[in-house]
């Protein structure tokens, strides 16, 4: 944001064409002479061509000065939160059922294969991926939440903890991988661990979202009881049980390669259920990534608070620039004048 201080200063610009109209019109001095024969094919001086562009550099001079006086500022407008938002921990499963490919459901084994063939592999539909894009659209959508990401498996950690810093979170969320901890799925230990990262947090409210594909198999903390701990904390979870009702198409590594096999649904929904119900949250069943979209839209209504900021503008001073400038042409304009153009003895 460009801005001037004392802006009044500006107004003397206006006189700028006054002073050059000036020195167009003045008069200099004048001899008569009864022919100009003999001055035929003289050119002008050096001396004559600078005392032309006085004029221009004088105009100039004043016109820097003038802006320099009116003290330009160069400011930077900053947006700070002064209402509190909801603390957000996503929970989300990284197993190894997460590299499930079931969306849409019509996918088969022959076309998986043949996908891979052509060369399109990134366009198969594995479950995290449309997770991960499905959290990044909830992510964009908010504002002024702090949220954080917990992953889990055979065991639970902390991939990013509560932040304002979206760009970091959306960064931390990308690099989520399957096989970055041994596999299962603890689903209790992936609560415990997002109830230990948001306990203590001085939020609006506190929510949880898990997201699982599974059966709690793993883990030395049960998930109800991991429920019943983030209930005494005041913390809502709300459960997203991801996968395809029915049949998935799941990869297998064999001595050949990777070989895909048909595998029937493990989602515990009852468990997921209970879990909401305990802390006054809500289960959500997502078997398409339109459903996973339209899941995270929802919590987002849900948990909405006002936000409210303060805008200020820092200001950074310029004037000196064009102070510096000026006095410099004022030198040249001066120098001029004294050495080159007055006459010396």
Not at 253 to 280: C, H, M, N, P, Y
Request: a positive charge.
């Amino acid at each position: 944001m460009f801005h001037f201080a004392s802006p009044y200063w500006l107004l003397g610009l206006l006189s700028l064409p006054l002073i050059f109209w000036w020195h167009l019109k003045k008069k200099h001095s004048t001899m008569r002479f009864t022919s100009v024969d003999s001055f035929a094919g003289i050119k002008e001086s050096f001396r004559i061509k600078l005392y032309k562009i006085l004029p221009f550099i004088e105009v100039f001079t004043i016109g820097v000065l003038l802006i320099g006086l009116a003290r330009p500022q160069i400011g930077k407008t900053y947006e700070e939160i002064v209402t509190k938002g909801i603390d957000i921990i996503l929970v989300l499963d990284i197993s190894s059922t997460m590299n499930t490919i079931d969306f849409p459901p019509d996918y088969s084994v022959d076309k998986i294969e043949g996908t891979l063939r052509s060369g399109h592999q990134e366009s198969l539909p594995i479950r995290l991926q449309i997770a991960k894009n499905a959290a990044k659209d909830f992510i964009n959508g908010r504002k002024g939440d702090r949220i954080g990401l917990v992953l889990f498996s055979q065991q639970a950690f902390t991939q990013c903890p509560l932040t304002l810093d979206y760009n970091i979170l959306l960064k931390l969320l990308d690099e989520a991988k399957i096989g970055m901890i041994e596999d299962g799925t603890a689903v209790g230990m992936g609560i415990a661990t997002a109830v230990n990262r948001i306990k203590d947090s001085d939020g609006k409210s506190k929510i949880i979202i898990l997201l699982t594909d599974g059966i709690n198999n793993a883990g030395k903390i049960d998930p109800m009881t991991a429920s019943q701990l983030a209930k005494t904390m005041n913390i809502k979870i709300y459960t997203i049980g991801v996968g395809n009702k029915g049949i998935s198409v799941y990869p297998v590594q064999t001595g050949l390669g990777v070989r895909f096999a048909e595998v029937k649904e493990q989602l515990d929904e009852e468990q997921l259920q209970k879990i909401a119900d305990v802390t006054s949250g809500l289960y959500f069943r997502a078997d398409s990534p339109d459903a996973l979209k339209g899941i995270y839209k929802t919590i987002d209504k849900l948990e909405k608070v006002d936000i409210k900021t303060k805008r200020y503008t820092l200001y950074r001073e310029i004037y000196k620039y064009f102070v510096y400038i000026g006095l410099l042409s004022l030198l040249l304009y001066i120098s001029l004048i004294l050495v080159i153009i007055a006459k010396i003895p």
